[in-house]
């Protein structure tokens, strides 16, 4: 709590220095007119000429005059309410639309699986929730964790798309320290903001019958783990360590453990894509082909689960039911971040592209979005009815075929609809994820992956009674906790998240 209402006094404070009179906001420009001779012969233009009391013609010439104020201004003025709310709601740049709206539909998905995965636990008729987890539709809450992939592929995309710009615009220099350091303080602050408000603030909110919090099970006290494992967390190991995935802090952020660890590798091949594209698209294709042979070699050794209530095929000494093999691991989940990053290298070197062959674009379009349609029906429902017969069911080709192709097939999917939004073959698909709803929430994506756990559980440790489970109270349970999780990350967005990426702006821009 104190780490909050220190950020809202200097939020405050700013908000009173940017209202002050005389002081230019960030982000806005003083604009000044000044007049310049044009010869006679010049086409005269009505909006951009006029006339002086000596019957001389003359040009106006609007000029942008940018005021450059003491760092310690603009840092303050970084931490205003108002600069917070322009940088919330206003279009950033080198922001790509299309992805607000599959960043938003994605953090629903996760916050729709996070609900049924930990309800199970509170649940009065709990044999109905696993009964419906088997089903058809089942399937896309069991798949929820698809989304991450999403994830990784836009960051793969974006990343690169940025870093190569900027290697082109400044000749092949660029200040790779900084760039690591950047994205460190990019993803660190809120993290640690979370990870202490878990530790002390947590233990002292949480009130009632069930034992459940935040992931635990009678026996576990994940904020032990959590005093005992917080490095981990920020020096973004913490899917490696420790490996008793029992014992991990906050068991939702292993995974940027993985994003962080993927970006350690984005800029050398970034520089090898600028250097020589072809050695770099052979770099990623050999990564990716590195990625499936690993997920392929790990899921034959012992035929792990690919489904709920499934065990592995194999039992012998050196399989670890408490280790995680292949779920949060960068060598296992890396295949859609790569292919994020060729579809970043494409779109900027061919920002416009065309099917080849006029008279077969649209038997193009449409074969490839059936095509993706398909395939991310099979990933998705792919395990419907067979892989619930029994534990130990789908045989040992099946595991590994699964394990080795399902994140390709989704990431070629999902790559197929970003490809088609930038090149104009997506027509209302791209209108819908470019809706202008999507932009702000999009901007608070990260909070809300990071809260959504902590909103979730802390709603049902409160319980008095056990939660029952059908459809209509899961439906009020979701939009309720959509409202939890927005709001909690908005206050934090406004307080902390904003203000700090405006401050590294101001100062690089000093």
């Not at 990343?159 to 190569?164: A, G, M, Q, S, V």
């Not at 092949?172 to 990870?195: C, D, F, K, S």
């Not at 319980?463 to 349970?477: A, C, K, V």
Request: aromatic residues 16%.
């Amino acid at each position: 709590m104190a780490v909050i209402a220190i950020f809202a006094v200097i939020c405050t404070f700013g908000s009173i220095l940017e209202c002050c009179p005389g002081v230019t906001r960030i982000g806005h420009a003083r604009r000044r007119s000044t007049f310049t001779r044009i010869v006679e012969d010049m086409e005269d233009d009505p909006l951009l000429t006029t006339t002086t009391e000596n019957g001389e013609t003359v040009k106006i010439d609007i000029e942008e005059e940018v005021v450059e104020e003491p760092l310690a201004f603009r840092a303050f003025q970084s931490f205003s309410f108002g600069a917070s709310w322009r940088f919330f709601t206003d279009e950033r740049p080198n922001e790509i639309p299309y992805l607000n709206g599959m960043l938003v539909a994605s953090v629903w998905w996760v916050l729709i699986g996070k609900e049924f995965s930990l309800g199970e636990l509170v649940y009065e008729n709990a044999y109905d929730y696993f009964d419906g987890m088997k089903t058809f539709l089942g399937q896309l809450i069991v798949s929820s964790y698809l989304a991450g992939d999403t994830f990784l592929l836009i960051s793969g995309l974006v990343l690169t798309y940025t870093i190569l710009g900027r290697l082109e615009r400044n000749g092949g220099r660029l200040n790779w320290a900084w760039l690591y350091i950047r994205r460190y303080l990019r993803l660190t602050p809120m993290y640690a903001v979370l990870l202490l408000g878990f530790v002390f603030l947590v233990p002292h909110v949480v009130d009632g019958p069930f034992p459940l919090l935040v992931g635990q099970d009678i026996g576990r006290n994940p904020i032990l783990f959590c005093k005992q494992y917080w490095w981990t967390n920020m020096l973004y190991i913490n899917n490696f360590v420790p490996l008793d995935t029992t014992q991990q802090c906050m068991d939702w952020t292993p995974f940027l453990a993985i994003e962080m660890q993927l970006f350690l590798i984005t800029p050398p091949l970034v520089f090898l894509l600028y250097k020589c594209s072809k050695v770099g698209l052979a770099a990623i294709v050999s990564l990716i082909a590195g990625c499936l042979v690993t997920n392929a070699v790990i899921e034959a050794q012992w035929g792990l689960p690919i489904a709920m209530f499934q065990v592995p095929l194999k039992h012998n000494d050196t399989y670890d039911p408490t280790f995680d093999y292949v779920g949060n691991k960068p060598y296992t989940r890396a295949t859609p971040y790569l292919i994020g990053m060729m579809l970043g290298f494409l779109f900027l070197k061919k920002p416009v592209w065309q099917f080849p062959y006029p008279k077969f674009d649209i038997v193009f379009n449409i074969g490839c979005w059936i095509s993706s349609c398909i395939v991310a029906n099979k990933v998705i429902f792919g395990l419907y009815d067979e892989a619930y017969n029994s534990p130990t069911a789908v045989n040992m080709l099946g595991r590994v075929s699964w394990q080795m192709l399902s994140h390709l097939g989704y990431s070629a999917s999902i790559s197929w609809v970003i490809f088609a939004c930038n090149y104009g073959y997506a027509g209302p698909i791209r209108d819908i994820l470019e809706w202008k709803v999507w932009r702000p929430l999009s901007h608070l994506t990260y909070m809300v992956y990071l809260f959504h756990p902590l909103t979730l559980q802390l709603w049902l440790v409160t319980q008095r009674d056990p939660f029952y489970f059908n459809l209509i109270n899961m439906t009020s349970f979701f939009f309720a906790q959509l409202i939890s999780v927005y709001t909690i990350s908005f206050i934090f967005g406004i307080l902390i998240e904003f203000p700090l990426l405006r401050l590294e702006r101001a100062i690089m821009r000093f």
